[in-house]
Structure formats: C-alpha cells, structure tokens
C-alpha cells in the first residue's frame, strides 16, 4: 500500500487526467478498513491545489440508493478536503465535517450516531490563499463558507482564532466560530421522565438538531464506533453483528456542523441520511396498549381481555410488568439483594408458575385474542441460579453451573450478547413474546468506556430482532443522540397530576428535533396512580393523538385505568376517544411511513412549517400531527362553574377547521377558544383529507374495508390531495418498497365536488384486491345528486348499501360507494345546488351549536323535579336530528335555528328567576311529600348554579354559531 501512496505523492497535479486516476485509486483505498489515518493526509495534501476546484461531481449510486441497512461511512473522496492535521468533508451544502487530530490519522468507522458519509458530492469551491505568514483554506458551498487558517508554528487544533463559518439565517448575515454559545437551540429530549412533576424533570433536556440562531454543532470526537455499518442482516442470526469498538487514543476533534437557517426539516432530513433512518414501527403498535404494574394471573389478564371485548373498548399490546417472572415478595421498600447487588427478584427470564402455570397456552390464547405481549425486563442483575436456563448460560460463558455463581451482565461483550439473546430470549419469543420492555434503571455504564447501557442495550435488542427477521420493535428510555433508530421510547414514571399532562405536549414534540418520533407515555401518569376521571379523560384524549396510546399505572389498588369502570359521560366519552384512535390508523401509519421517509416526525413542533412566526415558539402545548392536523390538546381543568375549558390556540397562517365544532379560522390568529369535556382541540387545514377505518376491535381484525376518507370543506375553485400508504405492517420488506399508495384528488367548482380515488400503486403480501369506499363530508349542504363512476347514488337512512346518507348533527355527508378492485380508479361526484353553497357561512360552527345544545339540555334536566329544559331549547336542539331524516329541508331548517337560538338563551335566562322564594315553598308543599326532604333542598340549592351553567353553554354554542360569531 505504501507504494501507491508513494505514487500518489509523486504524480503532480496540473492534469486532469492524472487527478482522475489519483482519485480511482483514492477510492479502492479509501474502501478498506484499514485505509484511514495518516495516509488520507499524505493522499490528499498531495493533491490538494491552491486554485479553485472545478465543480465537483455527484457521488456514484451506493451515495443515492444503497440497500436498506447498508451504510458507507467513508466518505466520498472528492468531498474531502485536507489542510495539515485538519480534514473537512462537505456531506450537504449545509453540513460539514470538521475533523482535527493531533496525530494527523482521522476516523472512518461509522460512530454510534454518524453511519453513513458516502452522499452525493454538493457543488462546492476550495481555494487556499497566503496571508502573509498565515495559510488560510476557504471552502465555499452554495449556503456556506468556511474559512480555516493555518498559523505559523499552530497545530492548526480547532480554535475561535482558527475556524469560522458564514451563512445566512432568515436574510441577516451570522458568522459561527467554535465556543459560540447555541442560546437560540430548540432542545432535544431526555433519557427518562421518571419522578417528574410537569417540566421538572430529574435529567435535564438535551440540545437538539435544529436552533433559531440557524447553525448546530455536534460534536462526536469521543462517541463509541462500530467495526461495520453493514446492519442488513441478509444471512439472519448468521450474519456478522456490528459491534462496538472505541475511538482511537489522541487528541482529536470530530465535529459536525449544522448551518441550516430555519430550514429545520431540511436539516432532519439530511441528519437522517448520515445518521440512520427513523424505522417504521408494526401497525400494531398505533393501536392500544394496556399497561400496569400490577402481578397479575393468566386468569386475570384473560377477564381484563374479555372486558375490553365486552365493553366495546379496542386492544392491541398487552404489556406485561415484573409480575411475570418471580419477584420473591418484593417491592421497591424491600432491600434484599441477588448476587449482582441490585434488588432480588426485580429481573428474571423464568415464568411465574403460581400466575402462569402454562405460558404457553397462555400466550397462544393471547395470540388468538389478536393481541401482542412484551414483557418487562431490569436486566442488570445478569443471569441469577434460579433462572430456567441459567445452568446453559452459565456454561456458555465459562462458569461451572455447580457453583450457582450468578453471570454478571455485560451486554457490550458480544460473547454474553450473543448469549444473552440466543438462550434467555430466543426461547421466550419462540414461545409468543412479541417484544420486550427494557426497564433498565441501574447502572449509568458499561465495560466498555464511554458506552451508555441504555443506548447499547436498545441496539442490541433491536437488531437481534432484524437479525431474526422481523420488523423490529423495542419499548424503553431514550440512550442519547442516535437513538431515533431505535424506537419505541418509554418515558418513564411521571406524577400523576396536571402539570405532568400539560408537559408532555411539548416534550413530545420536542423530541422530533433529534429524530426521535416515538415518546410511550404512562397515560393517567404512574404515580400515585389514582386521577380524577376529568385528567384520565383528558389525558386519554391527548393519547389518542400521540405516538402511542398506553395507559399504565402503578399497583396502588385505588388506581383505575379500565375506562368502562369511570362513571358517565367519562366511560362514554373514553371509548369514543380510542375508537377514534382506531378510526385514525390509517392516517397515523401513513404519516408514520412519512416519518421514515423524510425524517421529519408526524408529531412535530409548529415552528417546522412556521419558523418565522414567534408564537410558532411559544405555543408550546400545541403540535402538528401528520400532515394534515393541528392539535392543542386540552391540560387544564374546566371551569367549575361553565363546565367549559378555555384554551388559548394560535392558528398559524393559512384556512383553518376546528374539527369538533366544524368552525373555519383563517390565521394568523390568536383564540381563547372553549372546550367541553367531550371535545378535543384538532384543527385541519381547508379541504384536508384523513383516511380512516370502520370500527375494529384490533388493528389486524381485519381488512381495510371500508376506506373511510374524511374530506373537509374545500373553498370554490381550490383542490387538495392526499396519498394513502399500506404494507403488509409487521415485515421488513416496507424498506425494499414492498407497498401500495393510493392517491386521492379532491375538487371543488361551483358547488361541484369531485373526489377520485387513483387506482393503487404497488403490491405487498397480503394486500387487499377490492374494497368499498365511504366518503365524509362534514361541515356541508347535503347534495342534490351523488354518482360514483358515472352512477347515480340514491340517499338512503341505512349504511348497509350504496347510497347516502346525511347526519344532520354534524352536516356530514356520508356516501357508501360499491366494492371496487383497488386498481382501477373511482371518481364519486356530489351537487350540490349553488344558491345553497353562495349561504356556506351559515354553516360555520353548526357543529359546535349542537354540542352545547345537547350540554344544556342534559344540564337543565338535572334541575328536575323544580324544571326541565324547555321546549324551544329541545327543538332547536333536535335540529340536526330532523335533518338527518330529512336533508332536503336543510335551507329552511338553518335559517329557523338560526333565528331560534338566541330567543332559547333568553328562556333560559328566564329559568334563573323563575323560582322565587314564594314558588319554593309551593312546591315544597306540593311534591315535597313524595320527595325526600333533603333531596329536594340540594335541587334547591344547585338549581341557581345549573342554570348558570345552562347559560353558559348556550352563550357560548351562540358565538359558535356562523351568523352571530364573533371570531
């Protein structure tokens, strides 16, 4: 080797041709392991020129569409540039390397964060100019320009002095040197949410990937490596494992620099490229979980299962705590301790044979029930003498079974790994273990320096599993940058209280500046365990639009998380929120598979879409969810007296539907907007489109059939579009594109709605061949005429065949379009009549009128026996209910609820005064002998404030109302 290295040197530098040949053979060393280090230098410092470079060409196809799993992390050789012990590597024209080592040999192992360098050469110049003793080098990219100065007598070590980078941020002109305080970094995440009380958290937040000021610095120099970035795992559990191995000694820098503006998506984008994809998790995962620290039996967790089937409550994860294995009576008060010195029985791989005394007919049944199981591990204590299989572990790792020596736990041995996996593991989940939940809160190292347990541990477990052939999945904290690749995150044991709710908003969203999409909440917090039904509501709701819908909470038996056993409306209301949840899979995995994609998580931060409007920053409780929604989920208590939550939502710029209340925005703007205990703040943008699916008890029950799509209001002469996407859910082959997408055009034109479904695009095992279709149009005049393909749809009061329908409450449209195979195209017309469409406005809020309606129709008849609702309140109020029978009266029914409403306001306030001291003592004479005295007396005396509330409701169903709003 050292001979063509010698060429090199010795072959000038004015021929284009001999630069080429230079280059061919940079590339065949460059590929070996071994070429790194101070040859790089000698390569390249011979090659290097003082005139500016010609433009620089694009990578070859490993750098464009290399094979899933398969990282190049030697760069491209014409993206590095050298200058004495410093090496720069242009990967983006917005991200650089910048390595310095005293010893002048630089890194090419892939690091624990950076896999891949081997991207498409940007355009970029390099020109070195003299000033006067000084060497100064100048790379400029089409953002950037970085300008490095080598100093007489300097080692040319990264300095303030030495370093800087110019770029734009948002038109003004920002120079960044090293020791520059990031203030503008819009943080990262943290490992674990355990014992945290709202924002106090015990472990402080990380810096993120993105900031205001426009520019990140990574910093990688001591990060781990790997000994190979070939993670495709084509031979199974025979193919060679990565594994780690640490940085060289020396002194050394090995940073990355983000010089992205405010084009954070950009910069999520291009981090995923170097960094590893986001994976996309089994559809299963979006569905429900239950989770409880509690010892349960088989036979309990088989009547839990069955209550979820009776009440009508979906399931898809049941997650199973430390009860499973033998704990040995402890609990976290108890400190015996194992062998390991961590608390005895807080780990096992052995079953409980008192709870399951057949685990495997257990989990076949499970399994039959249509659910997953993933089991909790604390795996520091290492393999224990009592464990099943602890005498083959032991063996394996060279200890005499005899002498019940525990195997300490060394997970960054990939001897113990190996075995780790094959023995205690392979076993389990051959006998139906899905996944597994790594509780590890111990120890904050390995053997290996520099080496964070929680962050190996998740690798390992997550690529034994692709090395098995499965799509992986794990569920535990966060180990630090790098982690996005390994999802799913569990935060850990928050406080039961509302500050904790109002917290995870933000945190969650937050987490999406490091990639890291997918945060598990305890929903209803861990501890002390029991909320109020107003928090668990709230906090479910929030749940059903995060990541991942999991309720859990700790062994105190005044805690509840069955939603069918909180009282009413709180019961109702619940198994709503997570048929909703279950309605919205489809959308969820779509944006999901986007996620992986782009790099940009579905539940995002404002200021990605938005980074120039300051409220985008400050609206901390708000979050896009998928493309196509906003949310503002509700943290705080109602008001005792209105029964209504004020919530402030920015709406960004742009048309705007308040999902719930139908009620169209146009932002900018700022709201102090009302929300009942039933509604959730989601809004969607104008003519947005959100595929869902019919009612199941899991997600896998079965097919998608029908498609729901849900198409909101669209303004005349504008379209929208939305592309569905499918996979067979639980295999790998989603990296390969083993898919299909169907895209969905919507137009509007003069009162003319046209949505056509594309046939599908792709294939994958196990796709369905045909299906119906049924079309939402909430927020609109009901049609005069509806074809699908060319055919008439007639309306109809039953959803069992083709037809429409009308639901008047919320002025949806709902037309059931036949079973058509999913490759040709179906294009559904809806008229409606124009004169109709020019009075839309009275429309707006229709909805949200109702709601409140029905509120004080249920709080009036409270009041019984002193009142009832009025009749004019329960006319208006059935409304919607007339309508639903008979749409065609819809133009002469809006205008009569529109005069109406007010005039039931005032016979409401009428109610307040009509029961005068006097007429109390009537009724007491009069009913007050087949009433309980006392009974009568609390009506009495609530009846003032329940008509207050009456009130309240309806003035604000009023303003909800498109002809007297005052938004």
Same mark, same amino acid.
């Given at each position: 080797m050292k001979i063509y290295f010698k060429l090199l040197r010795n072959s000038g530098s004015s021929s284009r041709k001999t630069l080429s040949c230079r280059l061919v053979l940079l590339s065949l060393l460059l590929a070996l392991p071994s070429a790194r280090g101070i040859e790089h230098g000698a390569i390249l410092t011979g090659a290097q020129t003082t005139q500016t470079a010609s433009p620089n060409a694009a990578a070859g196809p490993a750098a464009t569409s290399r094979p899933a799993g398969l990282e190049y992390p030697v760069a491209n050789p014409e993206a590095?540039?050298? *200058?004495?012990?410093?090496?720069?590597?242009?990967?983006?024209?917005?991200?650089?390397?910048?390595?310095?080592?005293?010893?002048?040999?630089?890194?090419?192992?892939?690091?624990?964060?950076?896999?891949?360098?081997?991207?498409?050469?940007?355009?970029?110049?390099?020109?070195?100019?003299?000033?006067?003793?000084?060497?100064?080098?100048?790379?400029?990219?089409?953002?950037?320009?970085?300008?490095?100065?080598?100093?007489?007598?300097?080692? #040319?070590?990264?300095?303030?002095?030495?370093?800087?980078?110019?770029?734009?941020?948002?038109?003004?002109? @920002?120079?960044?040197? +090293?020791?520059?305080?990031?203030?503008?970094?819009?943080?990262?995440?943290?490992?674990?949410?355990?014992?945290?009380?709202?924002?106090? =958290?015990?472990?402080?937040?990380?810096?993120?990937?993105?900031s205001r000021n426009g520019w990140v610095l990574i910093d990688d120099s001591t990060r781990p490596l790997f000994d190979s970035a070939d993670f495709r795992f084509t031979k199974g559990e025979n193919s060679p494992w990565p594994w780690v191995i640490e940085r060289p000694a020396g002194d050394r820098q090995d940073w990355y620099f983000f010089g992205y503006g405010h084009h954070y998506k950009q910069a999520l984008g291009d981090f995923v490229k170097v960094a590893g994809r986001i994976p996309l998790p089994p559809r299963f995962a979006f569905g429900a979980w239950w989770s409880r620290y509690w010892a349960y039996s088989d036979r309990e967790l088989d009547n839990l299962i069955h209550g979820f089937h009776e009440n009508d409550v979906p399931l898809d994860v049941l997650v199973i705590d430390m009860g499973w294995h033998p704990t040995f009576n402890q609990s976290w008060w108890n400190h015996k301790l194992d062998q390991s010195g961590h608390t005895l029985g807080w780990s096992g791989y052995s079953w409980n044979k008192l709870l399951f005394p057949d685990p495997q007919a257990f989990l076949t049944h499970v399994h039959q029930e249509g659910l997953k199981v993933t089991l909790n591990l604390h795996p520091a204590s290492g393999i224990q003498p009592w464990e099943d299989r602890y005498p083959e572990m032991a063996r394996a790792m060279g200890i005499d079974p005899a002498t019940k020596k525990y195997v300490p736990f060394d997970i960054t041995n990939k001897k113990f790994a190996t075995n780790y996996m094959d023995i205690m593991h392979h076993p389990l989940e051959k006998q139906g273990v899905d996944f597994w939940w790594l509780d590890w809160q111990q120890e904050a190292n390995t053997q290996t320096p520099g080496v964070n347990p929680t962050w190996w541990l998740n690798y390992v477990h997550f690529t034994d599993q692709a090395r098995e052939g499965k799509r992986p999945l794990l569920f535990h904290r966060w180990g630090g940058l790098g982690n996005h690749r390994y999802q799913i995150g569990f935060s850990g044991d928050t406080i039961s209280v509302w500050d904790s709710l109002a917290f995870q908003p933000w945190f969650t969203a937050t987490a999406a500046n490091v990639g890291y999409a997918y945060w598990s909440h305890d929903i209803g917090g861990h501890m002390p365990g029991a909320v109020g039904p107003e928090l668990f509501t709230r906090w479910v709701q929030f749940g059903a639009f995060s990541p991942v819908l999991r309720t859990h909470t700790t062994n105190n038996p005044e805690a509840e998380r069955r939603i069918w056993a909180y009282p009413e409306p709180y019961s109702d209301i619940l198994r709503h929120t997570f048929h909703l949840r279950y309605a919205m899979v489809p959308y969820i995995y779509t944006e999901a598979r986007r996620t992986y994609d782009t790099g940009v998580a579905f539940l995002r931060p404002l200021y990605y879409n938005w980074p120039e409007a300051n409220q985008a920053y400050t609206a901390k409780n708000?979050?896009?969810?998928?493309?196509?929604?906003?949310?503002?989920?509700?943290?705080? +208590?109602?008001?005792?007296?209105?029964?209504?939550?004020?919530? +402030?939502?920015?709406?960004?710029?742009?048309?705007?539907?308040?999902?719930?209340?139908?009620?169209?925005?146009?932002?900018?703007?700022?709201?102090?907007?009302?929300?009942?205990?039933?509604?959730?703040?989601?809004?969607?943008?104008?003519?947005?489109?959100?595929?869902?699916?019919?009612?199941?008890r899991s997600t896998g029950q079965k097919p998608l059939d029908p498609l729901i799509l849900t198409v909101f209001p669209l303004k005349n002469g504008t379209s929208s579009q939305y592309t569905l996407y499918e996979d067979a859910g639980d295999t790998r082959a989603y990296q390969q594109d083993q898919a299909a997408r169907t895209t969905?055009?919507?137009?509007?034109?003069?009162?003319?709605?046209?949505? =056509?479904?594309?046939?599908?695009?792709?294939?994958?095992?196990?796709?369905? !061949?045909?299906?119906?279709?049924?079309?939402?149009? +909430?927020?609109?005049?009901?049609?005069? =005429? @509806?074809?699908?393909?060319?055919?008439?749809?007639?309306?109809?009061?039953?959803?069992?065949?083709? #037809?429409?329908?009308?639901?008047?409450?919320?002025?949806?449209?709902?037309?059931?379009?036949?079973?058509?195979?999913?490759? !040709?195209?179906?294009?559904?017309? @809806?008229?409606?009549?124009?004169?109709?469409?020019?009075?839309?406005?009275?429309?707006?809020?229709?909805?949200?009128?109702?709601?409140?309606?029905?509120?004080?129709?249920?709080?009036?008849?409270?009041?019984?026996?002193?009142?009832?609702?009025? *009749?004019e309140l329960i006319d208006v109020m059935q409304t919607g209910d007339r309508l639903s029978y008979h749409p065609e009266t819809a133009s002469a029914e809006l205008k009569r609820f529109h005069a109406a409403l007010p005039r039931v306001i005032d016979k409401v306030h009428a109610m307040a005064t009509a029961i005068t001291p006097e007429k109390q003592a009537e009724l007491v004479k009069t009913i007050g002998s087949n009433w309980h005295s006392d009974r009568l007396q609390q009506q009495m005396q609530g009846y003032q404030a329940k008509i207050t509330r009456a009130s309240a409701q309806l003035q604000d169903g009023l303003e909800e109302d498109g002809k007297t709003s005052t938004h």
């Open positions: 590095v540039v050298l *200058d004495g012990h410093a090496r720069f590597t242009v990967l983006t024209s917005r991200l650089i390397r910048m390595e310095w080592a005293a010893n002048g040999k630089f890194e090419d192992h892939a690091s624990f964060v950076f896999l891949n360098r081997r991207m498409p050469v940007p355009h970029f110049t390099k020109k070195i100019v003299k000033q006067g003793v000084d060497r100064v080098l100048i790379l400029q990219t089409d953002a950037l320009k970085l300008t490095y100065t080598l100093s007489s007598g300097s080692d #040319g070590k990264f300095t303030a002095n030495d370093l800087q980078i110019a770029l734009q941020v948002d038109g003004k002109a @920002v120079v960044w040197h +090293p020791g520059m305080a990031n203030t503008g970094n819009l943080q990262g995440t943290t490992r674990t949410l355990d014992g945290a009380r709202g924002g106090q =958290t015990k472990e402080p937040i990380g810096q993120g990937l993105v708000e979050y896009q969810f998928g493309s196509e929604m906003l949310v503002a989920p509700v943290t705080g +208590p109602v008001d005792a007296s209105s029964q209504l939550a004020t919530e +402030p939502v920015w709406l960004p710029n742009g048309e705007w539907i308040e999902w719930e209340t139908g009620k169209h925005f146009t932002g900018p703007i700022q709201l102090q907007r009302k929300f009942s205990i039933r509604q959730i703040p989601v809004y969607v943008s104008a003519g947005a489109i959100v595929p869902m699916a019919p009612p199941m969905i055009n919507v137009e509007e034109s003069n009162g003319d709605l046209t949505v =056509t479904i594309d046939p599908a695009q792709g294939t994958y095992p196990g796709m369905v !061949q045909a299906r119906a279709y049924q079309l939402r149009l +909430p927020g609109d005049w009901p049609p005069a =005429t @509806v074809t699908a393909n060319g055919k008439p749809l007639v309306f109809t009061k039953t959803n069992d065949a083709p #037809g429409w329908q009308f639901e008047g409450n919320t002025l949806t449209t709902v037309i059931t379009v036949p079973r058509t195979p999913v490759t !040709q195209a179906v294009t559904v017309h @809806v008229r409606r009549p124009m004169k109709l469409m020019q009075r839309r406005a009275e429309l707006d809020g229709f909805a949200g009128s109702m709601t409140r309606l029905r509120e004080a129709y249920d709080t009036l008849n409270q009041t019984f026996p002193l009142a009832w609702s009025p *009749d």
